[in-house]
Structures are given as C-alpha cells and as structure tokens.
C-alpha cells in the first residue's frame, strides 16, 4: 500500500540553525507531493508542493523541498530556522488512479531552541 | 478572498448523540474533503465530494457519512458517538477533484470532544 514515513517524530533547533526534516514515500510512479504545517489547535498551512518539473520547490517563510526520485524523498529545508516556525510539519502525497486521496505522514514537531 | 471555513470551532457531545459539522469552502472550489485528526492514528481521510457527488472514501464505519450541496458547502454527520470520536475534524477545499493537479486548502477545523 501506498505511504509516507516521516522518520523523525520531533526534531529541536537553535534558532538561526539550519533545518532539515525528511520525508519518504512508498509508490511505484511520482506522486504529487506537499509539505503542509500546523500550529497548535489550527488547521494545515500549504508550505509548498511539487507536482513536475524543476525537482527543487521554493515554498513560503523561505522553505524549500527537494524531490529525488532515486531516493523517493521529498525532503523540506531551511537555510535559518525563526522562533515561530515551531509547529508540527506533514508530508503529504496525493497517488493517482481513480480513487485519489491525500496520505499524510505521521508528523515532525518542530521545537526552537531560543 | 476569504479561506475555508469550519463551522462550530468547538463542540462537546454526550457518547450516543449525533453531530452534523459545516465546511464552507472557498469560493469557486468545488472539491471537499474530510479529516479525522487524533494524536493515535494521525490525519485519516473520512471522505471527498466533488459536484456533490461522494468521489472517494477512507476506511471509517457507516456511522460517519457526508453529503455536499449544490453551492460546494459540505456536511459531515456522526451518528452514536463513541469516545473514540473525539478529534479534530479538518476540512480541505480544492479547484477540482484530489489528483488533478490541485492543491488542498484546509479549515481551522472542529474540535469534537465525546464525553
């Protein structure tokens, strides 16, 4: 079955540290692939998404996502981690056929170290 | 223009009783889908409509079920709630249906507790 693994459950920065969180996923073809964030007790955020093209995605609050095939990764960066971008942080793939649907990893919560 | 809304925030509901939310989606999207969020199983797909047509469920029991009307805004119903209902139910919108190119805008949700 389709899936995405988000590997890590939390993740501590300092901020102005540099971020990195990953994300793989299981399907034979290339899915549509989205990094979305929450804040506590709010809704989803899209951050960024890819769906061809140039593999890497610049997103908004300065995030940026790499797709690498041969790796099946769709991994989300950050050159300098701010105090406000601690909150949960999904990947999502959307996998095709007639029965599409949005697969959410398990989730990344990010913590800022001040 | 104004985003997707959810509407009540918040609700408590006795185990038994049935709950009805509310997603109005943004304006011109015809797509809607339903979340279940709890911190045990994650973000789970309930269901998606598209021109009121149900396109695609997820793996819950009948109790849960959805409906949309002609102007996109969608409904989601429980019936006999069980504890193990309670999450925060996420609602997403979309220009077309999940797959086609599109992507999901999600509601700040509903946060159902069951007592």
């Known amino acids: 079955a389709q899936s995405v693994t988000q590997p890590d459950i939390h993740i501590t920065v300092s901020e102005g540290a540099s971020l990195e969180l990953r994300c793989n996923y299981s399907?034979?073809?290339?899915?549509?692939l989205f990094w979305y964030v929450q804040s506590p007790g709010q809704g989803l955020q899209l951050l960024l998404k890819?769906?061809?093209?140039?593999?890497l995605v610049q997103g908004i609050k300065g995030f940026e996502a790499e797709f690498k095939r041969s790796q099946s990764s769709f991994n989300l960066r950050k050159p300098s981690v701010h105090w406000s971008d601690a909150a949960e942080y999904f990947c999502?793939?959307?996998?095709?056929?007639?029965?599409?649907?949005?697969?959410f990893g398990t989730g990344t919560l990010l913590a800022v170290q001040p | 223009k104004a985003g997707v809304t959810q509407t009540p925030r918040y609700l408590i509901k006795t185990r038994g009783q049935q709950v009805t939310l509310s997603c109005s989606p943004i304006?011109?999207?015809?797509?809607v889908s339903w979340y279940q969020q709890t911190p045990g199983q994650g973000l789970q797909f309930l269901f998606e409509?598209?021109?009121?047509?149900?396109?695609n469920k997820g793996n819950f029991p009948g109790r849960f079920s959805g409906r949309q009307f002609s102007n996109s805004r969608s409904e989601m119903n429980v019936s006999t709630l069980e504890l193990g209902d309670s999450a925060l139910y996420l609602c997403?919108?979309?220009?077309?249906?999940?797959?086609?190119?599109?992507?999901?805008?999600f509601g700040q949700g509903t946060r159902l507790t069951v007592v």
């Open positions: 997403a919108s979309s220009l077309g249906p999940t797959g086609l190119n599109t992507e999901a805008f």
């Open positions: 399907y034979g073809a290339t899915p549509y």
């Open positions: 999502a793939v959307v996998v095709g056929g007639a029965t599409n649907k949005l697969i």
């Open positions: 304006s011109g999207h015809r797509s």
């Open positions: 890819y769906f061809s093209g140039d593999t």
């Open positions: 409509y598209f021109s009121e047509t149900q396109r």
